[in-house]
Nanobody, 122 residues
Framework: VQLQASGGGLVQAGGSLRLSCAAS????????MGWFRQAPGKEREFVAA????????LHADSVKGRFTISRDNAKITVYLQMNSLTPEDSAIYSC????????????????WGQGTLVTVSS
């Protein structure tokens, strides 16, 4: 099982980016997928998660109303649309997967993709 994250980059404050996380196999239909981020010197932080089979989502308070997680079943891909970005959103963003329901604890995710760097300039 592999996850491939992409879409990071440099953007000005107030701008938008869309991150993608492509899964390697369709067994993810019974999984939940999450996005986490880690800024330099800080702990890994939950951002958002989606339950694959019914699309139920969960967003951290810090990104609610600005970020949206979604999925594309045909492409076996999860997206994180990030709007109204601020310098505080700068971090390495990683996607993860776990069987079962949504959780916000990174240690409960079994599979991880490589991170993609998001840098927001002021």
């Amino acid at each position: 099982v592999q996850l491939q994250a992409s879409g990071g980059g440099l953007v000005q404050a107030g701008g938008s980016l869309r991150l993608s996380c492509a899964a390697s196999e369709r067994t993810f239909s019974t999984y939940s997928m999450g996005w986490f981020r880690q800024a330099p010197g800080k702990e890994r932080e939950f951002v958002a998660a989606i339950r694959w089979n019914d699309g139920v989502t969960l967003h951290a308070d810090s990104v609610k109303g600005r970020f949206t997680i979604s999925r594309d079943n045909a492409k076996i891909t999860v997206y994180l649309q990030m709007n109204s970005l601020t310098p505080e959103d700068s971090a390495i963003y990683s996607c993860a997967a776990r069987p079962g329901t949504l959780v916000t604890v990174s240690g409960l995710y079994d599979y991880w993709g490589q991170g993609t760097l998001v840098t927001v300039s002021s």
